[in-house]
């Protein structure tokens, strides 16, 4: 009789054969050949788990994947990739990260790992609260994937719902923080402090180098700002703001900031030091806390220039440090500096109301080299999510929640000083008390006796930050902490609550707000469930997402966001960590993090990960920095050259200006090869100052370029490093390796590649993985011990940047298993071959390798229907018409479409977007043939909104039926645009980027 342990060996053996034959299997045949066999065999066994999630991920299997291969003429995956893939850069072994789990798998796994999670009441602060999340808002916004996979709103007619609740939360930055413009988010408090920074430096022409940093600022803020200003040589000042001598540095002063209220809690008025600051030249930026605006004097109202924050605490978890939305609003005369995305009001081709990104060519990726910015993933889903909280509470209820707060934490003020503490900002307050306790680690390790976690300013001084979930039991308990000896405390809850009276005030009279705020009846008429709950669904229907359609963006990668991956980021185990928790309270995210890490260090061949970087622009940031400061240890500062080819992410240049770098531009051939003569003249002509090169690899402009690995071997050979992109790494999964191509540093765009939601404009994370020689300045946090043993300062301003999203792209990749992922790779690029190999008899394909094959993306040229009248934007726009988002239009070349289908999407929805192209090929001849005006057509008119087709009047050369219905399908299955072209030039003229009342509307 077989042991028990032996039974279950063999039920293991058996499930993994199971697991193995459930999907299409990669059978290793030698060092260079990997087959892909893509019928699914029968089930050898009746009890290994049916969940397996390749086969759900992958969206094309059987038949259909051998017709893809008949397409285009080769017999098998082997043979595809043999003619798309340089031999000489394959991975000689598959990928050694474990087998695929299945989907309950998985989530029992991850909930034993959560587990080890503690999750105490945090009262830190510095910048990150509780709150609590209306399950309104919980359920139909951040676990909706008709709010969390929407792209960017660069098609605006097909996003005009979160493009008006992004606008509304500008309007509540705008209203709160007393200042006329606002964007629609940006990374985190941190990092929006850095970009607050260089607009000052801006605004002194260049030439004012000194930046004055207020002494009670967040540590975390601070360390952000030191290390994006090394960059610049802007020379960064910590003060006492209050008593700083600012007509002294009159000439070279650039910016202040101040924390209002401060870090240790004060409420401080700055208006006559605000006038000091202005007088000397200098611009004045306010870090603030929303919630404490709807009490305090607005930043505007006392002469701030520039506010900024994290709007957390307004219904988004902490999550472990995010992602959260920052908030930044500005001065009128700042808005063409201002960083990120602002949300504009404009009009579309028939007059109505319609609304779009505004001011689009300050990014990073238009202005290249020579941005100050390169905020390229902003927060958009947590930025919704804020903006509902306001709406769903208006103002009346933000103010009653931040009384409530006001007056607890008034409350246990009176309880700490009648055991006998001195609180150092007594009647100067708004949720934050710093107590002088003598000895801080006794009492952190009492509260923590009590599960709760305190702040520790420094050795003598804690801090206690309170906010809306805080309860009258928990006042209490917090007291109980502050009692001195056995006596139990004579305080209660009913004794210390006739201190209050109605009118309380808790920091400096003239600090009261008295100007109103959010009055728009946006915020005035949602505060039921059930209005709330229709307002939600009325703009997810205007919201063209991957739950209607594939969304072909080139370089974007829209891939499927499993159900399973996003189930555990709202356990409270991962959402209810305070991202300072001490690290014993933390060891299931760390455990996680650590196995993400592994997991990326084998898919890249790299030694060493950073988490930190929370957008992929911030990853090209961070691994340029780790390679100057490698440069720099080595005593070559002089080297601060980077070399960009012409085919590199659009992002690169502005990412290498952010660094220090000076960027030199290398040509590519007509094939889209790099011009490897001009890479060695002009790496020779700078190898005394070459820093880095920076590949983006398979290229943008969707090929994998042979000479990719010489690229390399010529920048090392003339002492410079490699940065290879990874704005493409999902076409190099299982195939190759940065690492074997011969990159020293990549970042990885987990929002991409591993699966994370583009949540409509962000969240995102790009991480980097570098080589054991750079890993020592990976980036290092003030507050928590992480990074290289030589870390250069803080990316970002939580330690693992927004590391609540992080278990989708971990799950992702347990899910997938090694052979998964590389099956992923393999019909990425057979995706995107089979459609280029079917439009390619209506369109001309661009950059295509010798033997006619592009990667995982392609170039669709439309150059040629120009002198016609028809361009990629009226392309772009017809295809709303038929269902469909815009592939990336007039990127990286003018007037062409680039098409990227991803894995998850099945051949019939290929085939549907084909369909589409093809007819619309269709229209284009009838324009070229004469029998369409160039002017006046169904391309250049497109999209037609409801609206304009059931209008009386229809005076066009072509049926409202070929407008709206061009294909039998849309009978079945319409998305209707919201509006028809949107007036992109009227907008700009006539910027508007907060709620308009009825009557800027009419007008």
Same mark, same amino acid.
């Given at each position: ?85 340089? $031999? ?12 695929? /789990?299945? #989907? ?15 999750? !105490? ?31 960017? +709103?660069?098609?605006?007619?097909? %996003? ?32 929006? &402090?850095?970009? %607050? ?50 007509? #002294? ?38 870090? *603030? ?17 520039? %506010? @900024? ?47 779009? @990104? ?110 809306? %979930? ?44 008295? $100007? ?41 990668? /829209? ?140 290229? *943008? ?55 994370? +939601? ?18 020592? !300045? ?49 019909? &990425? ?34 150059? +040629? ?16 018409? !038929? ?5 990336? /239009? ?86 209707? +645009? ?26």
């Amino acid at each position: 009789m077989l042991s028990r342990i032996a039974i279950r060996s063999t039920i293991s053996r058996t499930i993994q054969q199971q697991q193995r034959l459930a999907v299409p299997r990669i059978v290793v045949r030698s060092t260079q050949s990997i087959r892909f066999q893509h019928t699914i065999k029968p089930s050898v066994s009746k009890i290994a788990p049916l969940d397996t999630f390749p086969r759900r991920h992958i969206g094309s299997h059987g038949k259909d994947v051998a017709e893809m291969l008949k397409q285009l003429g080769v017999k098998d995956i082997d043979e595809m990739l043999t003619r798309t893939i340089p $031999s000489a850069i394959r991975s000689p072994k598959p990928l050694a990260v474990g087998e695929g /789990m299945s #989907e309950s798998q998985l989530l029992k796994r991850l909930k034993s790992i959560a587990s080890k999670n503690k999750i !105490y009441r945090s009262y830190i602060g510095q910048g990150y609260t509780d709150t609590i999340v209306p399950n309104v808002i919980l359920r139909n916004i951040l676990e909706n994937p008709a709010w969390y996979t929407q792209y960017t +709103p660069y098609q605006p007619e097909i %996003a005009q719902g979160r493009l008006e609740s992004l606008l509304n939360y500008q309007t509540l930055v705008s209203d709160l923080t007393g200042l006329p413009i606002a964007n629609a988010s940006l990374l985190d408090e941190g990092t929006a &402090a850095a970009e %607050a920074m260089l607009m000052c430096w801006q605004a002194g022409r260049r030439k004012r180098n000194l930046f004055v940093v207020d002494e009670n600022c967040h540590p975390q803020t601070i360390a952000c700002l030191k290390t994006r200003a090394e960059s610049f040589n802007i020379e960064i000042v910590i003060a006492d703001t209050l008593h700083y001598n600012f007509d #002294e540095n009159k000439n070279k002063l650039c910016g202040v900031l101040l924390q209002y209220p401060d870090t240790r809690g004060s409420v401080k008025d700055y208006e006559i030091l605000t006038k000091n600051i202005h007088a000397a030249g200098g611009q004045v930026v306010v870090a *603030t806390d929303l919630m404490a605006l709807t009490l305090l004097k607005s930043p505007g109202e006392f002469g701030a220039d520039i %506010a @900024l924050g994290n709007s957390q605490r307004f219904g988004v978890p902490m999550g472990f440090g995010g992602p959260h939305a920052a908030f930044f609003a500005c001065k009128d005369e700042h808005k063409r500096r201002m960083p990120g995305r602002i949300i504009g009001v404009s009009k579309d081709a028939d007059g109505n109301p319609a609304y779009r @990104l505004a001011l689009q060519t300050r990014e990073q990726h238009i202005r290249r080299e020579k941005a100050t910015s390169n905020i390229c993933t902003a927060q958009a889903l947590l930025a919704n999510m804020s903006a509902m909280y306001a709406i769903y509470h208006g103002p009346e209820g933000l103010k009653a929640i931040a009384q409530r707060i006001n007056n607890l934490t008034s409350i246990l003020a009176k309880g700490i000083r009648e055991s006998g503490y001195v609180i150092e900002n007594d009647d100067n307050f708004f949720d934050t008390l710093s107590i002088k306790v003598g000895h801080s680690s006794a009492i952190l390790q009492k509260a923590a006796a009590a599960g709760i976690n305190l702040r520790a300013i420094d050795n003598n001084t804690v801090s206690i930050t309170l906010d809306e %979930a805080v309860t009258q039991d928990e006042i209490v308990r917090l007291l109980q902490v502050f009692q001195k000896g056995d006596t139990a405390t004579a305080m209660t809850i009913e004794k210390l609550s006739t201190i209050l009276n109605t009118q309380t005030v808790t920091f400096p009279h003239q600090l009261q707000r008295t $100007s109103p705020y959010l009055q728009h009846p946006v915020f005035n008429s949602y505060h039921s469930e059930t209005e709330m709950l229709r307002y939600i669904h009325h703009l997810e229907s205007k919201d063209l997402s991957l739950v209607h359609s594939m969304i072909a963006l080139g370089s974007c990668t /829209m891939k499927l966001n499993a159900t399973t991956e996003m189930i555990p980021i709202t356990w409270p185990e991962f959402s209810n960590i305070h991202p300072f928790a001490p690290v014993e309270q933390t060891e299931g995210y760390l455990a996680m993090l650590d196995e993400l890490a592994d997991d990326l260090k084998e898919i890249t061949g790299f030694k060493g990960v950073s988490l930190q970087p929370n957008s992929g622009a911030q990853g090209e940031y961070a691994g340029l920095r780790v390679i100057r400061a490698y440069h720099q240890a080595r005593g070559e500062s002089e080297r601060n050259v980077c070399l960009i080819p012409i085919s590199a992410h659009g992002t690169n240049p502005a990412s290498a200006a952010m660094s220090g770098m000076d960027v030199v531009i290398v040509q590519c051939d007509n094939k889209g090869n790099l011009d490897m003569e001009d890479l060695k003249a002009k790496a020779e002509k700078h190898k005394d100052r070459l820093a880095a090169i920076m590949i983006t690899y398979p290229s *943008t402009f969707g090929i994998f370029e042979h000479g990719v690995s010489e690229a390399c071997n010529i920048v090392h050979e003339n002492g410079g490093l490699v940065y290879l992109d990874g704005a493409n790494l999902n076409a190099q999964i299982g195939l190759t390796k940065p690492a074997e191509i011969g990159a020293d540093v990549c970042h990885m765009n987990l929002h991409k590649t591993f699966c994370i +939601p583009h949540g409509g404009g962000g969240p995102g994370m790009g991480p980097i993985a570098c080589t054991k020689e750079l890993e020592p !300045y990976l980036p290092g946090h003030p507050v928590v011990a992480c990074g290289g043993q030589n870390a250069i300062g803080p990316i970002s301003a939580a330690p693992y940047g927004s590391a609540s999203i992080l278990p989708i792209s971990w799950a992702y990749i347990k899910m997938m298993g090694g052979d998964g992922l590389t099956q992923s790779t393999q019909l &990425a690029i057979l995706n995107a071959n089979y459609m280029a190999s079917r439009l390619r008899n209506h369109y001309e394909i661009l950059y295509t390798n010798n033997n006619g094959m592009c990667g995982h993306e392609f170039i669709v040229d439309i150059r +040629p229907f120009v002198e016609y009248g028809i361009e990629a934007i009226d392309v772009a726009k017809r295809l709303q018409d !038929y269902g469909f988002h815009s592939p990336t /239009m007039s990127w990286p070349v003018t007037n062409t479409l680039m098409i990227e289908p991803t894995e998850s999407e099945s051949k019939p929805e290929l085939d549907r977007f084909c369909d589409a192209m093809i007819s619309i090929r269709n229209e284009i001849q009838q324009v070229i043939d004469g029998k369409l005006p160039k002017r006046d057509n169904m391309l250049n008119r497109a999209p037609h909104s409801i609206k304009t087709l059931m209008a009386d009047k229809w005076d066009r050369p072509y049926s409202r039926q070929v407008a709206a219905f061009p294909m039998p399908y849309l009978r079945e299955k319409k998305f209707w +645009p919201s509006v028809s072209r949107v007036d992109d030039a009227y907008g700009d003229r006539n910027l508007m980027c907060t709620c308009p009342s009825p009557e800027e509307y009419v007008n």
